[in-house]
């Protein structure tokens, strides 16, 4: 059950929208954020909140990547691979990370520390090939500097 503070947070989001089915999306990061990922029991939490059918809570949570279906790890490691992330070495990204990490795609390290996804476009096409790990963004990525960052978070 979502505490008492999340369920305040969600309630405040809802007063800067039009209408409460606005507030779904920041509202499952409020959930996300309590709970590690987002749960079906959080998403049903979020419908009730806002007065929605559960089901257009889902269809949201489901369609969107940064919303984490399972848990994951300490740090969330999400590498573009949209077009210019791509052409740009996105794959070459992915792979030094598998490498250097011990695990694949989808997959997350035996301590719990790593979890690598590959996600479609963050936005930032202008500096790839570039990652997300958890909130922040690492962008222009070359070999050393994605191993000073992995090196970083250990
Ligand atoms: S293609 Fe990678 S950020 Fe847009």
């Known amino acids: 059950m979502l505490?008492?503070?999340?369920?305040?947070?969600?309630?405040?989001?809802?007063?800067r929208?039009?209408?409460?089915?606005?507030?779904?999306?920041?509202?499952?990061?409020?959930?996300?954020?309590?709970y590690g990922y987002v749960t079906e029991e959080g998403m049903r939490?979020?419908?009730?909140?806002l007065g929605l059918r559960p089901i257009l809570v889902f269809e949201v949570?489901?369609?969107?990547?940064?919303?984490?279906k399972k848990p994951v790890g300490k740090y969330h490691i999400q590498v573009c691979r949209n077009i210019s992330c791509s052409?740009?070495?996105?794959?070459?990204?992915?792979?030094?990370?598998?490498?250097?990490?011990?695990?694949?795609?989808?997959?997350?390290?035996?301590?719990k520390r790593f979890t690598l996804s590959e996600v479609e476009c963050l936005g930032s096409c202008g500096t790839?090939?570039?990652?997300?790990?958890?909130?922040?963004y690492?962008?222009?990525l070359t070999e050393p500097m994605i191993d000073d960052i992995l090196k970083s978070l250990k």
Do not use: C, W
């Open 128 to 136: 790839a090939p570039m990652m997300q790990i958890n909130d922040k």
């Open 61 to 68: 949570a489901t369609f969107y990547t940064m919303y984490n």
């Open 87 to 111: 052409l740009l070495g996105a794959e070459h990204v992915v792979g030094i990370i598998e490498r250097k990490l011990g695990i694949k795609v989808k997959e997350t390290t035996s301590d």
């Open 45 to 49: 939490e979020v419908a009730k909140i």
């Open 138 to 140: 690492y962008e222009s």
């Open 3 to 15: 505490s008492e503070k999340a369920v305040k947070e969600i309630e405040e989001i809802t007063t």
């Open 17 to 34: 929208y039009p209408v409460k089915r606005s507030a779904v999306m920041p509202a499952l990061f409020v959930v996300q954020k309590e």
